[in-house]
């Protein structure tokens, strides 16, 4: 007790001892000890995945880069097109015999092309309102028009059934009326009665003529 400070009588025990002589941080580290290890973590997967070396480059040896020159080198080359080689282009290229000669050679008939069936109803239509138009502005152009048309109907070899029940047609105003109503329904089966009525008012009319 002789090495006790004098004023630090009174005070515990622990705090009346002088502190201990060194410098600090001077302490020496084991590092294969429980301490640096604990505080170090070196043992950690993690760290020793983190800390690892980067892979180190592996030269190739004359033998593998000759190999390597004749594997790129022997195999097909690599194209950024497709290459016109396939089974469909080579069977393009085949010759084939020339067809046979015709003996008439010429371009199909009008009548031979398929038409657009679809138009009818559309095309007789209009087909009505013309005529129709025509009797109203000049009823006196009727036998004019039942010429016209019986003209075209011949030339294209179109046939009509003119019924019976037109001869029943009193006058004019009849038969504009019988017209406006069969043009209310715009077909082919209704062109040929529209056409028989007016090939039948023109016979009662003028006797029989074109048909």
């Known amino acids: 007790m002789a090495d006790q400070d004098p004023s630090s009588r009174?005070?515990?025990w622990m705090f009346r001892r002088a502190p201990a002589d060194g410098e600090a941080g001077s302490a020496s580290l084991d590092p294969?000890?429980?301490l640096y290890t604990l505080f170090k973590n070196t043992r950690n997967p993690f760290l020793k995945r983190a800390i690892a070396p980067?892979?180190?480059a592996t030269g190739r040896s004359a033998g593998e880069l000759a190999l390597l020159v004749r594997f790129l080198g022997d195999g097909q080359p690599y194209v950024a097109a497709p290459v016109n080689r396939a089974d469909p282009y080579r069977r393009r290229q085949l010759r084939h015999a020339a067809p046979p000669p015709v003996r008439n050679p010429r371009f199909q008939e009008p009548a031979g092309l398929p038409g657009e069936a679809q138009r009818l109803p559309l095309l007789v239509d209009d087909f009505f309102r013309s005529v129709l138009d025509r009797l109203r502005a000049d009823p006196q152009s009727f036998d004019d028009a039942v010429q016209d048309l019986a003209a075209r109907l011949q030339e294209h070899g179109i046939t009509l059934r003119i019924y019976a029940a037109y001869q029943s047609l009193e006058d004019w105003d009849d038969l504009?009326?019988?017209l406006e109503e069969i043009a209310r329904f715009?077909?082919?089966e209704t062109f040929d009665l529209f056409c028989g009525a007016l090939l039948a008012y023109h016979d009662l009319v003028y006797g029989p003529g074109p048909q």
């Open 32 to 34: 294969s000890g429980s």
């Open 176 to 178: 504009m009326e019988t």
């Open 186 to 188: 715009p077909s082919v």
């Open 54 to 56: 980067g892979p180190q």
């Open 10 to 12: 009174g005070l515990l």
